[in-house]
């Protein structure tokens, strides 16, 4: 049963404060919702082998974490933090199956290649008939193949945020939660956050809309494309260019390792 407002800020310090575990469950229990909304959205068909409560599995880890990790002084809505956390945990297992037939993998690498030669050669985004003349294929294959790429996560700002440290993962959430989070110390935490929040802001206006919505605001990319009134898969597009953008910023920035 949901715990009532009053109740709920009880139980934040009755478990950061003094450790409780059963605040900690309580917790738990009344925020288990958000995983199953989660991974609802996140995936709408079921690769083979997989079945729901596998997704559920996973995203019940994310937000253990979430829970025993979230800072509660910070200004940050836990929703926030907890929704990218189980995203996170529900695409790395999703990862970890390796879900994504290899085929389809490959033309979304090309799909990737395509769109960033085509805005170094004409100095913008190119369009989807661009797209689709420069790859030889309709502009509805890469209208699929754009929200393919977008579902199947090829990556995001956590895996631009890969520490290269084995299983050392940072999500980037945390940065803006925990300033010592798994960075390796305070001082790099900082770094991190400096170069990150510099690279969105040097990223053009609708590509750092869509950042701030899809990872700020919990926003689908469904939702996202009504807000800014083009396609879903247009979304999409916009996402991966930022994406690649961030990832090109951290790496000549920071030193950043990059998957």
């Known amino acids: 049963m949901p715990l009532s407002p009053e109740a709920l800020k009880r139980a934040w310090v009755d478990y950061k404060v003094y450790k409780h575990p059963q605040a900690r469950a309580d917790l738990i229990n009344h925020y288990s919702y958000l995983v199953k909304i989660t991974a609802g959205r996140l995936v709408t068909s079921l690769p083979g082998g997989l079945d729901r409560e596998d997704l559920i599995g996973a995203g019940v880890i994310g937000l253990i974490k979430s829970v025993d990790q979230f800072d509660p002084t910070r200004d940050v809505k836990f929703e926030t933090y907890a929704i990218a956390l189980v995203r996170g945990a529900i695409l790395e297992m999703l990862r970890d199956e390796d879900w994504v037939p290899r ?9 990737d290649r395509a769109m960033m030669a085509l805005e170094t050669k004409l100095g913008r985004p190119a369009t989807e008939l661009e797209l689709s003349e420069n790859l030889g294929i309709t502009t509805q294959e890469v209208n699929e193949l ?16 890969g520490t290269g ?17 798994n960075t390796g110390g305070e001082v790099e935490g900082r770094e991190l956050r400096r170069i990150l929040a510099n690279g969105v802001d ?28 083009v396609s879903e898969s247009r979304v999409y597009q916009l996402h991966t260019q930022a994406m690649t953008r961030l990832r090109t910023f951290m790496r000549q920035e920071g030193g950043v390792q990059v998957h």
């Open 103 to 111: 085929s389809i993998r490959e033309k979304l690498k090309a799909l």
């Open 146 to 161: 754009l929200v393919r790429m977008g579902r199947t996560n090829v990556y995001s700002l956590d895996d631009i945020l």
């Open 165 to 181: 440290d084995g299983d050392d993962h940072i999500h980037f959430v945390e940065l803006i939660v925990d300033e010592n989070s």
């Open 202 to 229: 040097c990223l053009p206006e609708r590509e750092r809309l869509v950042v701030a919505l899809y990872y700020f605001e919990g926003l689908t990319f469904k939702e996202i494309g009504k807000v800014l009134g």
